[in-house]
């Protein structure tokens, strides 16, 4: 009849007619979507999450997008060393092709004494970070003291020991200083570049603060820009 009213559903769309015309149209219930969708986004979060180190207890705000995990983590002096410091050691076990390196393991077992310079010089190139440099050993500390000493003290002997012959030889062209300095020069080098094989730190973690000290300015400027890129180039290979 003409003042019927009908409900209808057509392709999960509900209209209800009246009187031979469409009144009312209603879309289709979305709410198991909408839970779908948000069981989604929490594994998307905790993945996420998951890629920098961090779990569900280190955040205690909603995220619901990268852009805001990215201005959490950057907010949090905690997570920004904690984030950084995953990074760090992800990139080093991929340096040594090794998924078991930890923070606590011994520096000397991935850098052996006998190829550790050459080892050292490949791995601060292959990471996008400036890294400590290897230290002196102790005899080459020694060596390098008793070079500059004798130096000191053949300059001195010469100055006030051997005046003629220290004056002669400056207004001569072929003057000591310089031949003496050569001689220094060439040992103090070689034992220089040779003697670094120390390590800067004993274990991984004591690495990787001294990577993180050493880079801090860079991260820190422009308002973090080059740690929220890196933040950000890690969750998209997520």
């Known amino acids: 009849m003409a003042g019927d009213t009908v409900a209808r559903s057509v392709n999960k769309f509900i209209y209800i007619r009246v009187g031979g015309q469409i009144r009312w149209i209603y879309p289709p219930l979305n709410k198991p979507k909408r839970w779908a969708q948000a069981a989604n986004d929490m594994n998307n979060l905790t993945t996420h999450l998951d890629t920098l180190g961090l779990t569900d207890s280190d955040v205690d705000e909603e995220l619901s997008s990268v852009d805001d995990i990215i201005q959490y983590v950057s907010s949090s002096n905690r997570l920004f060393r904690k984030t950084i410091k995953h990074i760090l050691l992800k990139d080093i076990q991929a340096y040594f092709d090794n998924e078991t390196i930890k923070p606590s393991d011994d520096l000397t077992k991935l850098f052996p004494r006998k190829s550790r310079r050459t080892e050292w010089i490949k791995f601060s190139y292959y990471l996008d970070f400036k890294v400590p440099s290897l230290k002196l050993t102790l005899i080459s500390i020694i060596l390098m003291t008793i070079i500059v000493l004798g130096v000191g003290l053949i300059i001195l002997w010469l100055v006030f020991g051997q005046t003629e012959l220290f ?28 003697g670094e094989t120390v390590l800067p730190a004993k274990t991984v973690d004591e690495l990787l603060d001294q990577i993180i000290s050493k880079n801090l300015s860079d991260l820190l400027t422009d308002d973090k820009l080059r740690y929220k890129e890196m933040i950000l180039n890690e969750l998209k290979e997520d």
């Open 167 to 194: 004056i002669h030889s400056a207004l001569s062209k072929m003057s000591l200083i310089p031949v003496i300095l050569m001689t220094a020069i060439i040992p103090f080098g070689l034992i220089a570049s040779v």
